[in-house]
Each structure stands twice: as C-alpha cells, then as structure tokens.
C-alpha cells in the first residue's frame, strides 16, 4: 500500500503541472508502466500521465481526484479488478462515459476484441506488438 500511495503522489505530482492532456494508464507491471510512461513522454511533453495499478485503483483515482483524463489505456489481467469489470463499472458512470477507453494488453484475441468494444472500449492494441506503442500513443497524444 506504501509503495502504491508513493506511486501515484510521484505520478501526480510530476504530471500535473501545466500538461494539456491526461492519460490515465492502469496497468499492474511497474515495467510496463516505465515503458509506457517512457513512451509517452518521448512523443509528448504536453501529456501528464497518471498511473494506477488495477482498476479498483482507477476507479478510486477517477473519485477522489478533481481531473478528468482525455484517455484511459488498461490491461486486461490485473489483480483485485481486471479491465473487463472496470470498463463496465466506468462506462455506467454518467461523469465518466464519455471517456475514450482503450485497451493496451497481451491478451489479444478476436472474441476479447469483441468483448471490449461491446462493452464500450474505442480500440485494442497488443503488447507482444512492443515497437508500436509509440505510433499507437501518437494517435492520440501527437502534438501540433
């Protein structure tokens, strides 16, 4: 739990400050979280990221903080609350329906790709697919 409040206080702290767009990542690999992170920052130094560890994390986040991010990337499998059973509890919160959901995960399959977008997701991305996140963030996160 220590490490977990230090994580998001740094996370918070070290984006907050005079960003334009926010990312909300939930994603419980501390690797791949840095990678992502890393990834981001090296296409864009206008987007603050913040990063939790499931999505109990993601919805506590999203109920105590006063920001509202421009995009959420989410794995699948994570511990205490997987990607599924967030993006259904997201998508039934009026203040949050409108967010882009996508979906950043080494599960990959056409019936899971189904599964996400009927529950409201924007995209699917695959993780085996490393050398491509960069391109993927810049979809969403290019700047001008």
């Keep these: 739990m220590e490490y977990r409040l230090a994580s ?3 996370q918070k702290c070290n984006v907050m400050i005079s960003k334009i767009k926010y990312c909300l990542l939930v994603e419980d690999d501390p690797e791949d979280r840095e990678f992502f992170i890393d990834a981001l920052h090296s296409i864009s130094s206008t ?5 939790v560890a499931n999505g109990e994390e993601a919805l506590f986040t999203l109920a105590q903080e006063d920001f509202t991010p421009d995009y959420i990337f989410t794995d ?3 511990p205490r609350m997987g990607g599924l059973e967030f993006i259904k509890i997201l998508k039934g919160i009026k203040k949050f329906q409108d ?6 995960s080494s599960e990959y399959s056409e019936g899971q ?20 996140l ?4 810049k979809k969403y996160f290019q700047e001008s």
């Design 8 to 10: 998001i206080f740094y």
């Design 113 to 132: 790709i189904q599964k996400v977008k009927g529950l409201g997701a924007l995209a699917f991305y695959s993780k085996t697919r490393m050398g491509a």
């Design 134 to 137: 960069k391109e993927i963030l």
């Design 76 to 78: 699948i499998n994570m």
């Design 99 to 104: 967010i882009p959901v996508i979906i950043y």
């Design 47 to 51: 987007t603050g990221c913040y990063a």
